[in-house]
């Protein structure tokens, strides 16, 4: 027989640690009542759990709902809260906690419909179902929003003077689904789930925003889609996650987010879902105003160790929009995105056919997007977390690339998946990178596809920036701004095999670059946007009589300007290819 708990609210004071339903774990089955609870203002610490201290059998999580309070958690009870502190989890001391169903999940338990929201300038973790978790437990579909840092018109119209102009800061760790499960804790960073392994469930987790009208305002966001680990064939859920957005009027406001689809670390034949990740936008709205947004987003997790599988992820990266633009402001979103992962310790994964999507910058915005197919770092054991891209003077860093051999301590062979990036539009600097910073000997890139974007200017490569292995068949479409393009990578090793590349042109490309064109890859330049608009691009001898072939010192300039076969705009320059090099197949025509 199963036992339904009543339905309650409760008001959750400083110190206090409420259960819902019941803090053991009950000897029936039973399901947990829909509980309330609403968090005190002020700078006190509270936790609360939805429903009982275990969720065992086929025991149901009630569809709770919390409301933390104002200016709430301690951001002086230890060290500031920051990545590192997440080892383990529990280390972000200080916070408002609430965890939606139980401390303890297993058997064949499932977890409810849980609603988290977090109050302005505070400092809370949420949890969507459970502190661990083992056995077929089930999370629930939970959706957790982060508090915001600063006011937002109106709320804060009740506000002193005082009040509204005094710094503000936020600070949110928000997991879909479980901390930790299976009995192993996060620091050996291996597997956390026993088998049968759970499930996580089909969360909505949303970052805090920060709001600077008459004072600066900050937000930091951890934002994982289930679980700070997963391992033994445990399947993520489908998961919805959005950064932070900064909006500045009269004063300073940044949103920092760290974004992950499923988990910082997967393992051991666990699975990751098909997530949505968004970025953190930048507002400007006076000229007195600056805004910025730095998200570092991944499908998948930040490190994938033994039998992991990535899933096949959408992320777009946050954009950047000044309302005024007499350039007195400034509003920046620094995008940093890798479709599975940041660090591999394994050699027996598999990556997801990922889509990303670079953020745009209008007005006086501006975005800068690096965008990674698969890893964000090299195939063979990762580069320093957490921006692995640039050096030092924030330019792309090809130190230590030996272009033979592996970069780490093994070799591993990878064969990487078939992913699709888009640069950004306006005011945007985007850098594609079709797999990873470097592949081995051993590895094999994807076919990835990978377009420009209308921004000022494009840098793409099409499987990474060093190659020892074999180079997919990529194809590289040209955007309105100057784009850099190769079709393999910038620095090609001793042992390494470029693959079939597919250049693509179409009318106002800009001015634009291939580097590593090679008739024996079999590599091709495709005009067929061209088709109809002139006879020049009807076929290879007709493209050759017209002129618009160029030898120069470089290479071969392609002129691509319609009105003026001659012009100096709308090219193509092929660097390093002699004319006579190229042959009927080196094209495609319409």
């Known amino acids: 027989m199963r036992v339904i708990f ?13 259960f819902g339903d019941s803090d053991g774990t009950p000897e029936f089955v039973f399901s947990g009542g829909d509980d309330v609870f609403y968090g005190e203002d002020g700078p006190y610490q509270y936790g609360a759990v939805g429903d009982a201290y275990a969720l065992d059998r086929t025991d149901r999580g009630g569809n709770d709902t919390f409301y933390g309070g104002d200016f709430a958690g301690s951001f002086s009870d230890g060290p500031a809260p920051n990545v590192t502190a997440l080892v383990p989890i529990f280390n972000v001391r200080g916070a408002v906690t609430f965890i939606g169903d139980a ?10 419909r849980d609603y988290a929201q977090g109050g302005v300038n505070s400092n809370n973790l949420f949890i969507g179902d459970a502190s661990d978790a083992d056995g077929l437990a089930r999370g629930g579909n939970d959706t957790l929003m982060g508090g915001d840092a600063g006011w937002s018109e109106p709320r804060g119209r009740g506000l002193t003077a005082a009040t509204r102009q005094s710094d503000s800061t936020a600070f949110n760790v928000l997991i879909g689904d479980f901390a930790e499960a299976g009995g192993r804790g996060p620091t050996t960073r291996e597997v956390i789930f026993e088998l049968p392994s759970p499930k996580g469930g089909q969360d909505s987790i949303v970052g ?5 009208y008459n004072s600066d305002a900050g937000v930091s966001n951890v934002l994982i889609g289930d679980a700070y680990a997963l391992g033994a064939l445990a399947k993520a859920g489908d998961d919805t996650v959005r950064g932070g957005t900064a909006t500045a009027s009269d004063a300073t406001a940044s949103a920092y987010n760290i974004i992950v689809g499923d988990a910082f670390f997967m393992t051991d034949g666990s699975r990751g879902g098909r997530d949505a990740l968004y970025g953190g936008n930048v507002v400007v709205t006076s000229d007195s105003g600056d805004g ?6 991944s499908g998948d997790n930040i490190t994938m160790d033994d039998g992991a599988r990535g899933g096949a992820d959408f992320m777009v990266g946050g954009s950047a929009r000044s309302v005024v633009t007499d350039g007195k402001e400034i509003a920046a979103a620094i995008n ?27 007005g006086d915005g501006y975005a800068i997007n690096v965008m990674f197919g698969d890893i964000g770092a090299s195939d063979a054991g990762g580069l320093p977390f957490p921006f692995p891209f640039f050096g030092q003077n924030g330019a792309i860093s090809l130190a230590g690339l030996d272009g033979s051999t592996s970069r780490g301590s093994y070799n591993p062979d990878f064969h990487f998946a078939a992913d699709k990036l888009t640069g950004g539009n306006g005011n945007a600097m985007n850098y594609l990178v079709g797999d990873a910073e470097f592949i081995s000997s051993d590895s094999t890139g994807g076919d990835d596809t990978l377009f420009a974007g209308d921004g000022y200017s494009s840098t793409m490569y099409g499987d990474s920036l060093g190659l020892a292995g074999k180079g997919g068949n990529d194809k590289l479409y040209s955007g309105k701004g100057n784009d850099d393009m190769w079709g393999d990578a910038q620095k090609m090793g001793e042992s390494a095999d470029g693959g079939a590349d597919r250049f693509y042109f179409g009318v ?19 005009l067929s946007a061209f088709s109809g608009l002139s006879p020049d691009f009807k076929n290879f001898a007709s493209l050759k009589a017209s002129g618009r072939l160029e030898q120069v010192s470089d290479g071969v300039v392609l002129h691509l300007d319609l009105a003026d076969k001659a012009s100096d705009h709308n090219t193509v320059l092929i660097v390093g290819v002699d004319l006579d090099e ?9």
């Open 6 to 18: 009543s339905s309650d609210e409760f008001n959750v004071s400083d110190g206090d640690f409420v």
């Open 103 to 112: 401390i303890f999940m297993t058997d064949g338990s499932t977890g409810g």
């Open 208 to 212: 805090g925003d920060a709001w600077a």
């Open 292 to 297: 910025y947004a730095i998200n570092l987003m």
């Open 336 to 362: 940093l995105m890798a479709g599975d992962t940041f660090s591999v310790r394994g050699s027996d994964v598999d990556f997801g056919r990922d889509t990303m999507v670079g953020g745009s910058g209008t």
């Open 508 to 526: 106002k490309n800009g001015d634009d670059t291939i580097h590593d064109f090679r008739v024996g890859d079999k590599d091709k330049i495709d």
């Open 582 to 590: 190229l042959v009927k197949a080196s094209f495609a025509f319409g």
